[in-house]
């Protein structure tokens, strides 16, 4: 079983940044997939981006390609989003988990022991 505890939120103008960390404990994590997804408020949790277990495959929802990079450090347990070019609509709180189930890489359902959540709140 992995822990998560997401951290980074906090609030920025659009066009900012923000660097996301999400610190996992025990001593698994680096055989997961992991991912990032985000839940705005009165809309269903939705996918950004997708990591494999070595960091040598990565995939993104449309809206964040070419503004956010996910990555990560094994050695650290620790797995990162660098989010760049920040918008209004990034607005959202900010999930982590290992995806546990080898099914669709996008969908939420594949994925479990989330952490609590990171808000991040972009201002026009």
């Known amino acids: 079983q992995v822990q998560l505890v997401e951290s980074g939120g906090g609030l920025v103008q659009a066009g900012g940044s923000l660097r996301l960390s999400c610190a996992a404990s025990g001593r698994t994590f680096s055989s997961y997939r992991m991912g990032w997804f985000r839940q705005a408020p009165g809309k269903e949790r939705e996918f950004v981006a997708t990591?494999?277990?070595?960091?040598?495959?990565?995939d993104y929802s449309e809206s964040v390609k070419g503004r956010f990079t996910i990555s990560r450090d094994n050695a650290k347990n620790t797995m990162y989003l660098q989010m760049n070019s920040l918008k209004p609509e990034d607005t959202a709180i900010y999930y982590c988990a290992p995806q546990v189930s080898t099914d669709n890489s996008k969908d939420q359902s594949n994925y479990d022991y989330w952490g609590q959540g990171t808000q991040v709140t972009v201002s026009s």
């Open positions: 990591i494999s277990w070595n960091g040598r495959n990565t």
